[in-house]
């Protein structure tokens, strides 16, 4: 089975703050997702990487930054935290059929 | 047009009613289907893949038309655990995944 762990459930950051959500997979995959889901505007792709190291920016990139030092952990930067980025984050991995496992997701709210 | 289509629902069925999705995409050079199941407040998880033969997973029945670029979800003999919200997923060239917004199912006894 896949198994692709998020670092925090439920995470509450003020505006302005920096904030790490981390991503691990135990598949030795090499692609690695970050998405957000908001209500009515389902799954939206923030970056993806297909290597450690390498990134490519998704459809909403602005506000993130992304960091990918070892195969099995992706971590999705906010480098200065909104009230807009308050969200659901999905971190998926992708095996060789193209289909995605995802983590359990990080609800975070910005206040 | 969006690149992936659901209805949103509700579906609002009783249990061991019969109850179809359709799906349907833009970019007749997508590669690979799915559906995805997800629960309130968790995780999308893959359903099943959905080819053009057709193919089944006990009381799921998943199908493509790459003619008419329509996937659709058949669930028989529905159950309470079945309420959840149904992902249409599509995949292009290179890894790229589109979800549909999801199509919810409510199923009542």
């Known amino acids: 089975d896949v198994k692709v762990t998020q670092s925090s459930r439920y995470l509450v950051k003020r505006t302005g703050e920096k904030v790490f959500l981390e991503c691990v997979q135990d598949m030795d995959h090499e692609n690695m997702f970050w998405y957000r889901q908001d209500p009515g505007l389902g799954l939206r792709l923030i970056y993806f990487?297909?290597?450690?190291?390498?990134?490519e920016k998704g459809d909403i990139p602005e506000g993130y930054s992304v960091s990918r030092e070892k195969k099995e952990r992706f971590s999705l930067i906010l480098e200065s935290a909104s009230t807009n980025q308050t969200s659901m984050y999905l971190c998926?991995?992708?095996?060789?059929?193209?289909?995605?496992?995802f983590g359990p997701g990080t609800r975070l709210t910005v206040t | 047009r969006k690149e992936v289509e659901q209805d949103p629902g509700p579906f609002n069925v009783p249990e061991g009613a019969t109850v179809a999705f359709n799906c349907t995409y833009s970019?007749?050079?997508?590669?690979?289907f799915f559906w995805y199941r997800q629960d309130c407040r968790k995780e999308p998880k893959l359903l099943m893949s959905v080819y053009s033969s057709g193919n089944e997973d006990g009381r799921f029945t998943a199908q493509l038309n790459r003619a008419s670029q329509y996937i659709s979800l058949l669930i028989r003999d529905s159950k309470l655990s079945d309420s959840a919200t149904y992902l249409c997923v599509v995949v292009m060239g290179g890894f790229k995944t589109i979800f549909g917004a999801g199509t919810r199912l409510f199923v009542k006894a």
């Open positions: 970019n007749s050079a997508s590669q690979s």
């Open positions: 998926a991995t992708i095996a060789g059929g193209y289909e995605q496992y």
């Open positions: 990487s297909y290597d450690v190291k390498m990134k």
